[in-house]
């Protein structure tokens, strides 16, 4: 919850204190930004933005799982840890678009020093393609324990309809889980 905020306050800093700054002359372009025509800043605005919104909607994740954890109830459980899985994808897929922001508004700020802007431009995704080597294993990871809480619950809830199917006295589960429905 705390890196959703933090990268919410810094799409929220960047949407106004735009690379390149306002332009300040008289006329009908004052208080435009100087770079809105170029393609660079345009591509900061909207990876700023998607990161902003993800962030957001993160953070609303992680508050409905805190209300859903603590109901009590084992659905709302599930329902807590199926939103805090979102809200952790979200704030990787912020992340994302944060460092895309941070490179295209440096490439917008360097763009008539081409050997500069290129050069920062390229020590700028060595952390963005670590992100996404990391984020590879973390699925993997995921997925594959994913599958084992599955068989785990799906076990589990075989043995208890069949425990509370031989209860009831019925001979079959499958009449015990018509019988739910």
């Known amino acids: 919850m705390v890196v959703a905020a933090l990268i919410a306050t810094i799409t929220f800093a960047a949407a106004f204190a735009i690379p390149g700054g306002y332009d300040g002359n008289q006329g009908r372009h004052q208080g ?3 770079l809105a025509r170029a393609t660079a800043f345009q591509a900061f605005v909207i990876t700023n933005t998607v990161a902003m919104i993800c962030s957001f909607i993160s953070l609303f994740l992680c508050i409905t799982g805190l209300w859903f954890a603590y109901t009590g109830d084992d659905d709302a459980y599930d329902l807590a840890i199926a939103r805090y899985v979102g809200a952790v994808v979200l704030i990787l897929v912020s992340m994302f678009f944060l460092m895309t922001a941070f490179i295209a ?5 360097l763009a008539h020093v081409t050997v500069f ?3 920062t431009c390229i020590i700028a ?3 963005f393609i670590a ?3 990391e984020l590879r ?3 993997s990871k995921f997925l594959s324990q ?3 809480v599955l068989k785990t619950y799906k076990t589990y809830s075989t043995v208890l309809q069949r425990d509370k199917s031989q209860q009831l006295g019925l001979t079959h589960p499958f009449t015990f889980s018509c019988i739910m429905f």
Do not use: E, G
């Not at 508004?105 to 700020?109: K, R």
């Open 32 to 34: 435009m930004a100087v």
């Open 105 to 109: 508004a440096t490439f917008a700020m």
């Open 117 to 119: 802007s290129v050069s």
């Open 125 to 127: 995704c060595i952390p």
């Open 131 to 133: 992100n996404i080597l």
């Open 137 to 139: 294993k973390f699925v």
């Open 146 to 148: 994913k599958s084992r």
